[in-house]
């Protein structure tokens, strides 16, 4: 079988390993999902796991990822509130998403058990930060805004904030309002930005 073939069949099988992966982790949880059920979703030998993703906590890294992928931030955006609303709907994606719980199982259980995953992880902060710090210092220049902090300081108020929100809804679920803190950060940016970014935000987005 040619090369390139041979490729195309190990993409779509990962794919499809993927993707019963997220379905059942959504539906039983990561712990209570083994690598059999998997394969058996997949209509793929449990045995080629091993292969794509090393075990069961590395397809859940990839499927995280892919999460990422879908909605991360990857390019220069826009001054102002068009890249504002790019931002929000980037970090507040999975608020309402049934996929949530994905995060939990990542973050909680899997992320310090492997410095390359850290480190991947790390790469897609810095990646996102650099968009968000130019974005925030395009728009205090182009809004010409009034502000005391620097754009460095205002993206770690803002993915701390974030971060620390995702966390506590994690932890506590229906006993923590994680709108109304995302509300009260927006609100919060909103001041440090001496702007109405949040306040004029498209829900519709």
């Known amino acids: 079988m040619p090369p390139r073939r041979m490729t195309e069949i190990g993409d779509e099988s990962k794919q499809r390993l993927l993707d019963a992966a997220e379905a059942l982790f959504l539906e039983k949880g990561f712990e ?23 075990n069961k906590s590395g397809i859940l890294f990839a499927v995280v990822s892919r999460l990422f992928d879908m909605v991360g931030l990857t390019e220069k955006l826009e001054p102002g509130q068009s890249g504002f609303n790019s931002i929000w709907k980037e970090q507040t994606y999975f608020d309402t998403s049934s996929k949530f719980s994905l995060f939990g199982a ?9 410095e390359s995953r850290r480190l991947e992880m790390l790469t897609r902060h810095q990646l996102s930060r650099r968009i ?3 974005w925030i210092t395009r728009s205090i220049e182009v809004d010409s805004l009034h502000t005391e902090l620097p754009a460095d300081d205002i993206f770690e108020f803002w993915i701390s904030a974030s971060r620390g929100a995702i966390l506590l809804k994690m932890i506590l679920r229906d006993d923590f309002d994680l709108p109304a803190a995302r509300r009260g950060i927006g609100l919060a940016l909103d001041a440090h930005l001496g702007a109405s970014y949040f306040r004029n935000l498209d829900t519709s987005l």
């Open 32 to 54: 209570d999902t083994t690598v059999v059920e998997i394969g058996q979703r997949a209509g793929i030998s449990h045995g080629s796991i091993p292969w794509h993703f090393g």
């Open 106 to 114: 990542f973050f909680i259980a899997e992320m310090e058990r492997s």
């Open 132 to 134: 968000i710090v130019d």
